[in-house]
């Protein structure tokens, strides 16, 4: 597992969050991955207002 | 299992060509499944065909991002670069690739049509894991190709798009249960995809089903054609030459030029009547009143017009073209300037048909027109004829997925 992977395990479990990794995004996921980058904020969206507030 | 088959049709909004073809198709889809419902994600100016037919427009149309306004901001004087005009939409069209996405993941389909629908076709190759229904793609080209004032730099990005096409297909053969093409392997054109790349028809021949052409009317079905025209309103002796440029509002150019040239063809053909159709995007108020030339903002079923006309003056569009080639009517069509399927493919298919005089919209003057209609107007003419039998054929192998 790369450094730069372990590092950003780790903050996505220090904060609660969830890791994703997409692989050949580069710099630009959004671009280069849009639909899957789409679904991820609207599965993320979705998981919020699950929430009880 | 009480479960009814249900389709969803993509129809591309680009000119109103494809939904006439593809409301053919549906009919015969049903034909041969009765019970399949079919849905329709559509925006204008497709909607305005599929509504006067009856058909059944899915609420989530209203979602779509606009792509023929899209291409109308591109557009110049009679002046179409869609290529570029399709790079720079991508936005619009990853837009609509969702709102697709939406629509087929809160209802159920068993099988997805796409006529051009590239957004589909071009994000489902880049997420194969998102098909979830039988997929169906049709198209009347294949390949993109660069304009020759674009230099090495649109050769290069063509190529490198058709390569990538080619890529997807090959990586992913299961994401198209059907690739057709509307037409006929000789219409296809000669060039390759690119340097070292493929020619053009041995890879098409190798990935589709051809279909034939798909008029969506049968020219016999007019019957006597004296008939026709005076079902249509038009009257014996009159010389009707019906003037038309697409759904889009980028035909505003030729039009102007076309009514400019009509008191010259009035003159030389005393007997014209001039009927043109602006289409929905344009204003027909804005033609001047004049004895023997109309206006009409929409005219519905169109190609009876089309198929009683003495004269057609249209773009360089497939369909149209097509249609008055099906009618064997004389035409002058125009190919928007840059526009490579309107300048390449279209023009081989007619070719190929013998069909039309084509006009350029460069040194076409109103006095060139108008002597062109007049020597053209109610000719006779040799076309290739065009098979009838298209949509049933395009409807035999999607039915095969149902």
Known sequence: MSVLRERAEAVAALTGGTFVGLEGAGHLPQARHPVKVNLLIRDFVASLEKRTP | MSRRRRALFVSSPIGLGHAQRDVAIARELRQLVPDLEIDWLAQHPVTKVLEAEGERVHPMSAELANESGHMESESAEHDLHCFQAWRRMDEILLANFMVFHDVVREESYDLWIGDEAWEL???LHENPEEKRAAYVWLTDFVGWLPMPDGGEREAFLTADYNAEMIEHIARFPRVRDRALYVGNADDVVGEA????????????????????????????????????????????????????????????????????????AKELVPELRMVVVAGPRID???????????????????YRHLGACDLAVVQGGLTTAMELTANRRPFLYFPLRHHFEQNFHVRHRLGRYGAGREMDFETATPTVIAQAIAEEIGSEVDYAPVETDGAAKAAARIAELL
């Open chain 2, 121 to 123: 076709d071009y994000y």
């Open chain 2, 193 to 264: 995809f690119g340097p070292d790349l493929p020619l053009i028809r041995d890879w098409t021949e190798q990935h589709f089903d051809f279909a034939g052409y798909v008029t969506g009317f049968d020219p016999a079905e007019f019957g006597d054609r004296e008939k026709l025209r005076s079902e249509l309103g038009y009257r014996p002796g009159e010389q009707v030459c019906v003037v038309t440029v697409g759904g889009s509002g980028v035909g505003g150019h030729l039009l102007r030029r076309i009514v400019d040239a009509f008191p010259e």
């Open chain 2, 284 to 302: 027909p108020a804005a033609f001047p009143g004049l004895d023997g030339l109309e206006a009409h903002a929409y005219v519905h079923n169109l």
